[in-house]
């Protein structure tokens, strides 16, 4: 574990994966934040099963665990997880702990989920949580700064399955659906929605928002 199991002396991050997701899905990711001195602890849940209202909470008591050791704790999460972040920081009293960054989350309701939601096969593919990903949120309402890393190779599953998008995309989330009012930082990485996952330049963006001064 290398410098985690040293004291991870820089706080601790957790990853929230998204849609039909495994938690290891960000295993890469947290390899290289371990080398970069942080804790990354993964945070399963079940993405098409259980509500955002219900891995929300979930979440937010395991920030509020982590951050009674007195250490930064920040949340990076994919895609939908990062509406489980912003459903658990509405849970979340108190000056902000940490920050978040979101990979690729369509904060502004995804085009891809609606037109997916029209059919009976994507209504099923989406699961529980197909509605709140389609509607999105107004703005970003919480103390807590949000970095947003958007993809902008237009290869992915939900281009495939929904249709084509309009304007840059990741090939499931267009850059346009992920730019929230309220957020503290953005910027654009040339890879997929999967690759947010893995890939470097992603990578490289989330250590550096992790490293950026606060808002």
Request: aromatic share 4%.
């Amino acid at each position: 574990m290398g410098r985690e199991a040293e004291g991870a002396p820089r706080g601790a991050v957790l990853l929230v994966h998204g849609l039909r997701l495994p938690a290891g899905s960000l295993a890469v990711l947290a390899r290289r934040l371990r080398r970069a001195g942080w804790r990354a602890e993964p945070f399963p849940w079940r993405s098409a099963r259980e509500l955002l209202e219900e891995a929300g909470p979930r979440l937010a008591g395991r920030l509020e665990a982590l951050a009674g050791a007195g250490r930064p704790v920040h949340v990076v999460a994919h895609s939908l997880g990062g509406l489980v972040a912003e459903r658990a920081l509405a849970r979340l009293a108190g000056p902000p702990r940490g920050r978040v960054v979101a990979l690729g989350t369509p904060f502004l309701g995804s085009e891809a989920a609606r037109r997916l939601l029209e059919r009976p096969w994507g209504r099923r593919l989406l699961g529980v949580n197909g509605p709140a990903l389609a509607a999105g949120i107004a703005c970003w309402r919480h103390p807590w700064p949000l970095h947003v890393v958007a993809g902008t190779r237009p290869l992915g599953w939900g281009r495939l399955l929904a249709g084509p998008l309009e304007g840059p995309h990741d090939g499931s989330v267009r850059v346009a659906e992920t730019e929230v009012p309220g957020l503290a930082g953005h910027e654009t990485v040339p890879v997929s929605h999967l690759g947010l996952l893995w890939a470097r330049p992603a990578s490289r963006a989330v250590l550096r928002r992790l490293g950026a001064p606060g808002c």
